[in-house]
């Protein structure tokens, strides 16, 4: 396992990445769930920690990487930050959380956490996604936001956000078209 590979398209709709953490699990746990932290490398929001809690993370990718630009194509129109809202669907602290995405077509995203000696293995699988489009943007969102996750748990420079979203959006677009050449 490299912590660079591509996610896997394991089923229609559904990418899976596999990432080697520097752990203790507890460590790891509290940048899934804890704001701040989360803030870090993905969104900040609260989260009800518990099965049907609220989820509301607020997309500030502007703080990631200071000083990059952000391509026009991600702009909002009104200027403010992207926000997602869900549903917790499965809370077992520390190794397992999931959740529902209710305004990315009910989108289901899990984090599963393994102790791997010093070390966390991460198995996130974001399901359910119903579209081309979709499928292109989480595969390159997720590859990047856990490259900054990376950074921040090893205490190294930040990789540059939007440089490599763009990159990984191209290079997912054209394993899609290998993997699912019908996917509309």
């Known amino acids: 396992m490299n912590n660079n590979d591509y996610g896997q398209y394991t089923q229609r709709g559904e990418v899976q990445f596999t990432r ?4 203790p699990i507890e460590r790891v746990w509290t940048y899934i769930t804890d704001s701040e932290k989360r803030g870090t490398w993905l969104a900040k929001g609260p989260m009800d920690l ?8 607020t997309f500030h990718h502007a703080d990631l990487t200071p000083g990059e630009e952000m391509p026009e194509e991600y702009r909002r129109s009104d200027g403010k ?3 997602m809202k ?4 499965r ?18 995203v899990t984090f599963d956490l393994t102790e791997r000696g010093t070390h966390v293995q991460l198995v996130l699988t974001h399901r ?6 979709l499928i292109e943007s989480v595969s390159g969102g997720w590859h990047t936001h ?11 420079p930040t990789p540059p956000f939007w440089s490599t979203k763009v990159r ?7 394993r899609l078209k290998s993997a699912f050449p019908d996917l509309k």
């Open 20 to 23: 080697l953490l520097p752990g």
């Open 50 to 57: 518990r099965k049907g809690g609220a989820v509301h993370l």
């Open 81 to 83: 930050p992207y926000e």
């Open 86 to 89: 869900g549903t917790i669907l």
């Open 91 to 108: 809370c077992e602290p520390p190794r397992l959380l999931s959740f529902q995405w209710t305004n990315a077509e009910d989108s289901e």
């Open 128 to 133: 359910r996604l119903v579209s081309r489009d």
């Open 146 to 156: 856990l490259a900054v996750l990376i950074a921040q748990l090893n205490g190294t």
């Open 168 to 174: 990984l959006d191209g290079e997912y677009n054209d």
